[in-house]
């Protein structure tokens, strides 16, 4: 799912093949394609936001039913590992959207971004556990977590969707292990070895000229996965504001041990792509970090086991740098492939 499709250029190229002196009529169709291509990222964020802001409301139902396409496919939940692990074991229903359990939900969009057929949004959920979620019982806890999804779209509705919420966090701010199962196994996401390789991925990104700048800027995000070098492509100011694991490395580093990075535990360690998305100075990565845990990761001793995890990155850029860079990681999948879950939450 959502395999990264070459950008169109039809329109453009032709008028780019025109003479200066014949090149007003091409003009004017590169300045109608680009319009239309404008309305129609716009006509999609429109279709995402509508799918989120009436999620709660009195008219969810129509809302939602209007926006989504026949046949919608949800790829993966936000909460997929509470979800899975909680599948089959008679545990009460946290209701829609999660209200049942947190019937004082709200959402916050924070960031939207757009690139042919797809949408990624970021939001913030906040609320308090008043009912049981997934077989946690009501703690009255609040919790103030990162949520994103990214959306596919045809004929401004949605096709395909696939989220990933901050399911480790989650539990931190319940207090809450992950509820056993009757079996006393845990459901473990799986290894595919799915996505594609950075370096395979290049040639046809820089054969593309002359490249926009969001082109240039998804080309220099796209170098930071491959194993050529990379430098002069980071403003002087550039910073990170989130790193991917962010709260195993808070573990880490409560226990002197914070640089037992992911990249450190993981030697064989090569992350693959699955989507990129490039609009104004944003681009949007989600891609597999995988290797072999061959070394300590913050406090964790290595277990040998292959481990592959869904991570987003979101880059800004400025006059043409990397001026900033924000990852999230599916951190409780990790921890499950390892079976480290409890040692972490407990």
């Known amino acids: ?173 319940l207090g809450a292990k992950l509820p056993a199962r009757k079996d006393g196994q845990r459901i473990v996401p799986p290894v595919t070895e799915a996505g594609q390789d950075a370096d395979a991925m290049l040639p046809r990104a820089d054969a593309r000229s002359p490249a926009s700048a969001p082109e240039r800027n998804r080309i220099t995000v796209l170098r930071s996965k491959g194993s050529g070098p990379a430098a002069g492509e980071l403003a002087d100011n550039f910073h990170q504001t989130r790193v991917g694991f962010q709260h195993l490395r808070d573990y880490g580093n409560a226990r002197g041990v914070g640089k037992e990075t992911i990249t450190s535990a993981l030697p064989d360690r090569r992350d693959r792509i699955d989507d990129l998305l490039a609009e104004g100075d944003k681009v949007w990565m989600r891609f597999k970090v995988a290797g072999t845990h061959g070394g300590n990761l913050y406090g964790l001793p290595p277990t040998g086991r292959r481990v592959e995890v869904p991570e987003v990155g979101i880059m800004r850029f400025a006059d043409g740098k990397w001026s900033e860079a924000w990852y999230f990681a599916d951190e409780l999948g990790l921890l499950l492939q390892l079976g480290a879950v409890d040692k972490v939450l407990g």
């Open 1 to 173: 799912m959502f395999t990264r499709r070459e950008f169109v250029q039809g329109g453009l190229a032709a008028g780019a093949a025109l003479g200066a002196p014949a090149a007003h009529p091409a003009s004017a169709q590169e300045a109608g394609l680009a319009a239309g291509l404008a309305a129609g990222l716009e006509r999609n964020k429109a279709a995402v936001r509508r799918f989120k802001e009436a999620q709660g409301t009195k008219d969810e139902e129509a809302i939602i039913r209007d926006v989504l396409a026949p046949g919608y496919k949800r790829w993966r939940g936000g909460v997929e590992h509470l979800a899975a692990n909680a599948r089959d074991q008679g545990f009460p229903g946290p209701g829609p959207y999660l209200r049942g359990a947190f019937p004082d939900r709200t959402d916050t969009i924070e960031d939207v971004i757009a690139e042919n057929d797809m949408v990624g949004m970021l939001f913030r959920v906040r609320g308090t556990q008043r009912g049981n979620f997934f077989g946690i019982p009501p703690t009255q806890n609040t919790i103030d977590i990162h949520e994103l999804g990214i959306f596919r779209l045809a004929d401004g509705k949605i096709t395909e969707a696939w989220f990933m919420a901050d399911e480790l966090g989650l539990l931190q701010q």
